[in-house]
Nanobody, 128 residues
Framework: QVQLVESGGGLVQAGGSLNLSCAVSGRTFSTYAMAWFRQASGKEREFVAAITWNSLNKYYADSVKDRFRISRDNAKSTVFLQMFALRPEDTADYYC?????????????????????WGQGTQVTVVS
C-alpha cells in the first residue's frame, strides 16, 4: 500500500508564498502520476495541479495557473507544490494523490477518480 504524507501548510498573508511537499512511500514512485487537489470548507474537492511520472507534462487549474508550480523529485519520492501570490480564495485543505497507472496523461489527470491513493491533507489559510 502506498502512503502519502503532506506537509508545508500554514497561515500566510495574501500575496505570500507557501511550499507544500508530499512524501510517498513505495519503491515505484517514479512510475506514478501525481496531483494536488484542494477542498475548501463547504465545497467540493477540486483539481489544482498534476504531473506525469517523468515530469514532461504538467497540468494546472485555470485558477492557479501562473501562480502555482508542481514538481517532483523521483529520487526522494516527493512531489511539491510551490504556491505564489496566494489569495484568500486559495484557503483550503490541500491533498496530494497518486495514480499508480502512471501511463495516463491529459485530462484524465485532472479528475479525482483517476487517483487511487490520497494523503490526509495539509491546511492552507490565506488571510487578507
Amino acid at each position: 500500500q502506498v502512503q502519502l504524507v503532506e506537509s508545508g501548510g500554514g497561515l500566510v498573508q495574501a500575496g505570500g508564498s507557501l511550499n507544500l511537499s508530499c512524501a510517498v512511500s513505495g519503491r515505484t514512485f517514479s512510475t506514478y502520476a501525481m496531483a494536488w487537489f484542494r477542498q475548501a470548507s463547504g465545497k467540493e474537492r477540486e483539481f489544482v495541479a498534476a504531473i506525469t511520472w517523468n515530469s514532461l507534462n504538467k497540468y494546472y487549474a485555470d485558477s492557479v495557473k501562473d501562480r502555482f508550480r508542481i514538481s517532483r523529485d523521483n529520487a526522494k519520492s516527493t512531489v511539491f507544490l510551490q504556491m505564489f501570490a496566494l489569495r484568500p480564495e486559495d484557503t483550503a485543505d490541500y491533498y496530494c494523490a497518486a495514480d499508480r497507472q502512471g501511463w495516463r496523461i491529459g485530462r484524465q489527470l485532472m479528475t479525482a477518480p483517476t487517483y487511487g491513493d490520497w494523503g490526509q491533507g495539509t491546511q492552507v489559510t490565506v488571510v487578507s
